[in-house]
């Protein structure tokens, strides 16, 4: 079925002027951001840009001129996507201003982003989603535990170095957490930058531990412009506060946590093919995991933070591909880890999930009597009260 592939070899041959930036344009750099282009371009935006064919053959060259996975849960398709661009006019007109990565153990931060410019003078900002690396997937549990995360200053930074620098429109752009990552900046912004923003994608981004900013004026001034696609059972997209201004994309693939890979999104004639509505699976996982976040209390939350961070530095590795190398000797390291946090804060990080099951079994009966409760009412309850006391 057709993808991104196919976009890229009936449009490529087509310039920016001839077809503008598209959907289909963010979905692919997001997709393609997953390559380690900090590797071959500075992370300075002072520094002379480079053109995004040069950029690409050098990053390639170093790989061994082979396409790898990047991890175990990243294939290699977006290596393979992003050679084939470099053969087409629409990419070879593009330059990359800078990329800025930051990784970090403790505290947890997988970070990346990178500027783009195109020939009618737009930039293009792309925040990378979840890598294999153990540090980003701890990093989404701190936005699930609503202790945050250092990304969101970076980001934040990064977006004001780039506005000084380049005049013109700006677009937001990220995947996964990067799509999380993209809505926040927009709406924490200067309102200067924000007037500038034309668009903002994001591609099943999680949501926030909080719904306060879907009631914020930032918020207003950026729905015009911002698109928000989820695959048809989407899982990531549907966990927590999230608006539901989204629209539903079909995927190659059935199951939910495959449907997550850009690769896998059908595109025809420029556009992302759309169905009516997310599935029951997503709507399941939206009903529960709305509700079971929500409940969690700050204490319950701060020791589901400390037993991860004691697991994840206990398995003695740094991504996930080690982790499946090693797995045996990782695993060991987890449980003499978790042995070692104290009984106190085991028993609340017990109390985070107790009952979790008779809530799943209430969200299953309430999607399927299409009488969902669950994270619109809970979270906009919160959302507002938040909203009023920051106002």
């Not at 199951?255 to 025809?268: E, M, R, V, Y």
């Not at 099951?357 to 309850?381: H, M, P, Q, W, Y």
């Amino acid at each position: 079925m057709p993808c991104s592939k196919q976009f890229v070899e009936e449009y490529g041959k087509m310039s920016f002027t001839d077809y503008p930036f598209c959907d289909a344009d963010a979905l692919t750099l997001c997709e393609v951001f997953y390559m380690p282009l900090e590797l071959v371009v500075s992370n300075s935006v002072k520094s002379q840009p480079v053109d995004f064919s040069d950029a690409c053959y050098k990053l390639f060259e170093m790989r061994g001129n082979k396409h790898k996975p990047l991890g175990l849960m990243i294939t290699s398709n977006p290596s393979k996507r992003i050679m084939q661009m470099t053969d087409y006019l629409r990419y070879r007109e593009m330059k990359i201003a800078c990329v800025h990565a930051v990784y970090s153990v403790s505290p947890a931060i997988q970070y990346c982003a990178g500027a783009f410019l195109l020939p009618d003078g737009k930039i293009v900002i792309v925040f990378r989603g979840t890598d294999d690396t153990i540090a980003g997937w701890k990093e989404d549990l701190d936005i699930f535990t609503r202790k945050g995360t250092p990304s969101y200053d970076l980001a934040m930074d990064f977006l004001n170095s780039v506005a000084a620098e380049y005049e013109g429109e700006i677009i937001l752009c990220g995947h996964s957490k990067g799509g999380n990552i993209a809505l926040r900046t927009a709406c924490k912004c200067s309102d200067e930058i924000r007037s500038r923003i034309v668009n903002v994608y994001n591609f099943d981004g999680p949501g926030y531990a909080d719904a306060s900013i879907f009631y914020t004026p930032a918020y207003k001034e950026v729905l015009p412009g911002y698109r928000h696609f989820v695959p048809s059972s989407s899982l990531i997209g549907m966990m927590m506060s999230h608006d539901y201004d989204y629209k539903a994309v079909k995927s190659n693939v059935l199951f939910g946590a495959f449907q997550h890979d850009l690769h896998t999104w059908q595109i025809a004639e420029g556009e992302l093919i759309l169905v009516d509505d997310v599935d029951f699976l997503a709507k399941l996982t939206d009903e529960w995991l709305g509700v079971l976040i929500q409940r969690l209390s700050d204490v319950s939350s701060g020791a589901l933070d400390i037993v991860a961070t004691a697991i994840t530095e206990g398995t003695g590795t740094k991504s996930l591909t080690d982790l499946a190398k090693h797995a045996y000797t990782a695993v060991g390291g987890a449980v003499k880890a978790y042995k070692a946090v104290d009984d106190e804060t085991k028993n609340e990080f017990k109390d985070a999930f107790r009952g979790g099951g008779k809530l799943l079994i209430g969200a299953f009966k309430a999607v399927r009597e299409n009488t969902t409760i669950a994270a619109t009412i809970v979270s906009d309850a919160v959302g507002r009260k938040l909203a009023e006391s920051l106002s």
